[in-house]
């Protein structure tokens, strides 16, 4: 009489396979993850490039603080948002990745990457690829 059933070996070899799809399939699941969350950015970027325009065309000239501008955005980490935002000089709008409370990046992003918005071009830029 025969037995019907796996080895212990084919059972491995699943096992095995198994854990390599896993693995793959959660690298990508965390990088799109955190290319979703860039989209945060580009849209208060975006804000910040209107608002700039609008200062632009009433003041004759971009302006370094976000303070001056009528948009409402975090200059510093929240936990509400997962960038902070900055004008760093009057040509471009900065937003970096948080990692306080348990906003880190995944495992493939530099911690603290960020993306940049040309207020004249409106072209993005950035680091850690997510642009």
């Known amino acids: 009489m025969q037995k019907k059933g796996f080895t212990l070996l084919e059972l491995v070899v699943v096992v095995i396979i198994l854990g390599i799809l896993a693995t793959l399939g959660f690298t990508q699941y965390t990088k799109m993850v955190e290319k979703g969350r860039t989209s945060e950015a580009k849209m208060i970027l975006g804000q910040i490039r209107t608002a700039e325009i609008a200062y632009t065309q009433q003041y004759g000239g971009y302006t370094s603080t976000i303070g001056s501008l009528s948009v409402d955005v975090p200059t510093a980490c929240t936990t509400t948002h997962y960038f902070s935002y900055a004008t ?16 880190t990046p995944d ?3 530099s911690a603290g990457y960020s993306l940049t918005l040309s207020f004249g071009a409106g072209t993005f830029g950035g680091t850690g690829g997510y642009y």
Do not use: F, V, Y
């Open 88 to 103: 760093p000089n009057t040509t471009e709008g900065r937003a970096t990745r948080c990692t306080a409370s348990g906003k």
């Open 107 to 109: 495992a493939g992003a």
